[in-house]
C-alpha cells in the first residue's frame, strides 16, 4: 500500500508521485484508484487501481544510490544487435513490460545504437521515446540527476560507441 506524495513506477508508463487516493464505481463496482502525477510530462494524471498493483508491478521509485548505480551500467552494458524486427520488436516489450529499470535500460541502450547506426522504423522510434521516458522519470525522482543531464549521458555513451 502506498500513500499521498510516495514516488512510484507504473510500467508502461513511468514515474511519478501520487497525489491522491480516490473512489470511483467503475461498471458498478467500488474500486480505490491511486492517482498519480506523472513526473516528465508534468499534466499527465494516470489513475491505477490499488487492487491490481502488484500484477501490474507497480513499485517505488529507486534512490539515488541506485540510480547512480543504473547510469554506470547504462556505460558499461553491451549491445547486442538483432536484425529480425518481430524479434526484437516482441523481447523489447515484454523488457518495457516488467517494469525492471535495468530491462528498460537495455532497451534504450540498443534502440539509441540503432538509430545512429541503421535508423529505426516510425513503431521503433516511439518504443525508443517510450522507454527513455521511462527510464529518466524515475531517474530524475531519484534525484540522481537532471533530465537534460540525464540525456547528455545516454546520448554521449551511445556516441562513444562509434568513437571507438
Known sequence: MYN???KIVYPMYGAGV???????????????YYVMKMTL??????????DN???????????KKEG?????????????????????HRENMQKI??????????????LMYR???KGLSTSER????????IMISELVLSAVAEKNDIESIMNDTVDELFEA
Open 53 to 63: 498493483c502488484d500484477e501490474i508491478g507497480v513499485r517505488v521509485v529507486i534512490d
Open 41 to 50: 510530462t508534468g499534466e499527465m494524471t494516470v489513475m491505477i487501481p490499488m
Open 115 to 117: 538509430d545512429k547506426s
Open 97 to 110: 513490460k516488467t517494469g525492471d529499470i535495468y530491462q528498460v535500460l537495455g532497451v534504450v541502450k540498443e
Open 4 to 6: 499521498i506524495g510516495d
Open 126 to 133: 516511439k518504443m525508443l521515446n517510450n522507454a527513455k521516458q
Open 68 to 88: 547512480a548505480k543504473v547510469l554506470e551500467e547504462f556505460r558499461k552494458m553491451p549491445v547486442f544487435e538483432n536484425d529480425n524486427w518481430n524479434k526484437r
Open 18 to 32: 501520487i497525489e491522491a487516493i480516490e473512489e470511483r464505481i467503475v461498471l458498478g463496482k467500488k474500486q480505490s
